[in-house]
């Protein structure tokens, strides 16, 4: 029986009684501004513009010679959720990423200035190792901010908070591909995200 016409992305939702769902995200994650990317992986969508998968196609194409920047951050203290926005028929997601990098020194302090007032993409990682991604030019009204904290005595701790609302279609949508970064070529493919993934949706 072919699948209503209106109802594209409904499927079942199963689990086994059991199975691990590891929960956060990992240590590691790249960002980069809008206006360095002259192409960027979207999400596929049909001719009505409905969604028709959470994985992303296309790839980075970086101008010049821009790269991604990598953010290393305290995973127990960095959290990602996303959450509905908007009204009936127009609601989309609100993704919300907060990374705490416990440094405060000068690259941190570059890192701010430039994320405060930039528009970015970020890409993160959850623990099954699949890669998704927060912010997409598609969407204008995305804020970043971020906060820095000295700590208060010998008991206190330092931290720079990267705080990211971005909206999007599909909560943050699944990226399997390889970025460029200030340290090379960086593969973030994942086994679990079907080699289709890759294919151009920007042509």
Wanted: glycine letters at 8%; hydrophobic letters at 35%.
């Amino acid at each position: 029986m072919a699948k209503d016409a209106c109802s594209i992305l409904q499927q079942s939702l199963d689990w086994c009684e059991g199975t691990p769902e590891p929960a956060g995200i990992r240590r590691v994650a790249y960002y980069t501004a809008f206006s360095n990317l002259v192409k960027y992986p979207k999400v596929p969508v049909d001719d009505k513009a409905r969604p028709v998968s959470s994985i992303l196609k296309g790839a980075f194409v970086m101008r010049g010679d821009a790269v991604f920047h990598k953010i290393v951050f305290l995973p127990e203290k960095s959290t990602f959720t996303s959450d509905a926005q908007g009204e009936y028929p127009s609601q989309s997601q609100l993704d919300k990423l907060t990374l705490l990098h416990p440094g405060v020194g000068p690259e941190a302090v570059n890192a701010m200035a430039s994320i405060n007032n930039t528009k970015n993409v970020f890409l993160f990682q959850d623990k099954k190792g699949r890669w998704r991604m927060v912010g997409t030019p598609d969407y204008d009204d995305m804020k970043n901010s971020v906060a820095q904290d000295l700590g208060q005595g010998s008991a206190g701790s330092t931290s720079t908070t990267i705080s990211v609302e971005a909206p999007n279609i599909i909560s943050a949508p699944y990226f399997s591909g390889t970025i460029m970064t200030d340290e090379g070529e960086v593969d973030l493919t994942s086994e679990l995200i079907p080699a289709e993934a890759g294919e151009d949706a920007n042509d």
